[in-house]
């Protein structure tokens, strides 16, 4: 009898069956009712004015939903065997358990659950087609559909996480390869991230028109933009999030209510300057880089003939903190492109109404480091002395 024939025979009749179909009826079971749940819930948001507080309970209720609904069915199926059958099935596979074999075991046990937290999802998008502003009925099917990309780049993300922690399977420059392509992931996922944790809408006609004009005056490409919803306690801020030339622009609505354009071109214009300059990649880098470096080191997956694991280690992060001290000077060279893009004035006056509003928080000299980006009342010093010198410069 094949090896494979005796695996379908103790999946057919052994223990090991029972609990796996015990584990698929836990999922169905609690994909039903998180469905269920959220179809109700959205249904009685439909009823009510459609504004952006419906909309924006309606995503709380499909991202906390989601959440709840994957714990539960993860606690339901570990119940019921779903871990130890899985184990026992993958045990007698010809290949093995391997490396990486235990790796992929351990992240599909953990990813079966999204299918509850999917099902969530899918109750919401009655609701959702009820209260979108595109009015377009495929348009909550295409959120959906992002959701499941999402799940698999997560799940991608999170097997070449594993795979890089197990020093069975990742060593050396192989550790160091495999947290770089998740480093990738992560920052091309990091848009959809930012929707998830915030309460974002797309901007209305005029605030699109609005941003358009002040992106292209100074020169911000984006393929997406999203207005960050806030509370009057909430710090307010802009950011651009995602891989060069797959950026998004997050806006706060407090910012697009309080400044004009020409300090809002201004606000953006401080942006463009990081974004050109690659400062969100340089700074994750220098943060990062170090860090997995060091890691090596420590674990001995990277090894260098007479130097000792802590000794290179420490000079490995030293390297990285003297990298985000120079870093800094990026954000000295897009407030001076900002300057040159606008006037000096309106940069000014957006920091100083951007740190009121939180955007711009005064940070400490460990918090400045750690984000590579000098404190605030530097970089205003710094730009008011060039404006001292431009003007003896014009008087000589």
């Keep these: 009898m094949s090896a494979l024939h005796a695996v379908g025979v103790v999946l057919a009749v052994g223990p090991a069956s029972d609990a796996l179909l015990a584990s698929a009826g836990a999922l169905v079971a609690v994909t039903v009712a998180a469905a269920a749940a959220t179809l109700l819930y959205g249904r009685l948001l439909a009823g009510r004015a459609d504004d952006g507080e419906t909309r924006a309970r309606l995503g709380r209720a499909r991202l906390g939903g989601a959440v709840l609904a994957y714990l539960v069915a993860l606690a339901a199926m570990a119940a019921v065997g779903w871990f130890g059958a899985l184990n026992d099935a993958v045990g007698a596979l010809p290949v093995g358990r391997t490396g990486l074999v235990a790796t992929l075991v351990t992240v599909g046990s953990l990813l ?77 996922g990091a848009p959809r991230v930012a929707r998830l944790f915030a309460s974002v809408r797309k901007p209305t006609a005029a605030e699109r028109e609005r941003l358009e004009r002040c992106c292209e005056a100074v020169g911000l490409t984006v393929v997406a933009v999203r207005v960050v919803e806030k509370s009057a306690d909430d710090a307010v801020a802009t950011s651009v999030r995602g891989l060069p030339g797959r ?82 000077r990026l954000i000295y060279r897009a407030d001076a492109e900002a300057v040159d893009r606008t006037n000096r004035e309106a940069v000014l006056e957006t ?46």
Excluded: Y
Excluded at 165 to 174: D, H, I, Q, S, V
Excluded at 364 to 373: F, I, K, P
């Design 112 to 188: 079966v659950p999204v299918v509850a937290a999917l099902g969530a999802v899918a109750g919401t998008v009655p609701a959702a087609r009820v209260l979108d502003d595109s009015s377009s009925a495929g348009s909550p099917v295409r959120g959906l559909v992002r959701a499941l990309l999402a799940v698999t780049a997560a799940a991608t993300a999170l097997v070449l996480a594993v795979t890089a922690a197990n020093p069975n399977t990742a060593t050396g420059l192989g550790w160091i390869a495999t947290s770089a392509v998740l480093a990738v992931l992560l920052a091309a």
């Design 247 to 328: 950026r998004h622009l997050f806006v706060g609505d407090r910012l697009l209510e309080q400044l004009d354009d020409d300090h809002l071109r201004a606000c953006l214009a401080l942006q463009a300057g990081r974004s050109r300059r690659l400062h969100p990649e340089l700074r994750a880098l220098t943060v990062v880089a170090p860090l997995v470096v060091a890691g090596a080191f420590v674990d001995e997956r990277l090894v260098l003939p007479g130097v000792p694991p802590a000794v290179g280690a420490a000079v490995v992060l030293a390297v990285g903190l003297v990298g985000l001290w120079l870093g800094q």
């Design 351 to 396: 920091l100083q109404t951007t740190a009121a509003l939180g955007a711009s928080p005064t940070l400490g000299r460990v918090a400045a480091l750690r984000r590579m980006e000098p404190p605030l009342a530097r970089r205003v010093d710094r730009l008011r002395r060039s404006d001292g010198g431009a003007a003896s410069a014009a008087d000589d």
